[in-house]
Nanobody, 124 residues
Framework: QVQLVESGGGLVQPGGSLALSCAAS????????MGWYRQAPGKQRELVAS???????TYAESVKGRFTISRGNAKNTMSLQMNSLKPEDTAVYYC??????????????????WGQGTLVTVSS
C-alpha cells in the first residue's frame, strides 16, 4: 500500500522555525510532484508549497520568503523548512503526492496520496 508519513509538527513561538518531513513508502514507480497543504480550524484546506520532480517549487503568497520546500536525496522524501512563523500559520499540515504506484491490489496507476497530517501551533 502506498502511503505518506509526516513528522516534525509541534509548538513554536512566533518568529521561530520548524521543519516538517514527509516520506513516501510502498510500491512506487515515480513521484511527479509533492506538496504541503494546511487546514486551519474553520477554514478550507489550502496549498502551502509544492515541488515537481524537476525541482521547481511553487509557494503560496502568504509563505513566500519564509518557507522552503525541498526534495530529499532519496526522491521519496520531502521537507518544508518554515521560518519566521506567525500565529496565522497555525494549522494541520498535510503532505500530498502525485505519483504512479501500485496499491494493495491491481497494477500500477496514477494515485493522489495524502498523509495523516501533523499539527503546527504558533503561539507564545
Amino acid at each position: 500500500q502506498v502511503q505518506l508519513v509526516e513528522s516534525g509538527g509541534g509548538l513554536v513561538q512566533p518568529g521561530g522555525s520548524l521543519a516538517l518531513s514527509c516520506a513516501a513508502s510502498g510500491t512506487i514507480l515515480q513521484i511527479d510532484a509533492m506538496g504541503w497543504y494546511r487546514q486551519a480550524p474553520g477554514k478550507q484546506r489550502e496549498l502551502v508549497a509544492s515541488i515537481r520532480s524537476s525541482g521547481e517549487p511553487t509557494y503560496a503568497e502568504s509563505v513566500k520568503g519564509r518557507f522552503t520546500i525541498s526534495r530529499g536525496n532519496a526522491k521519496n522524501t520531502m521537507s518544508l523548512q518554515m521560518n519566521s512563523l506567525k500565529p496565522e500559520d497555525t494549522a494541520v499540515y498535510y503532505c500530498n503526492a502525485d505519483l504512479i504506484g501500485r496499491p494493495t491490489t491491481g497494477g500500477y496507476r496514477r494515485l493522489e496520496v495524502w498523509g495523516q497530517g501533523t499539527l503546527v501551533t504558533v503561539s507564545s
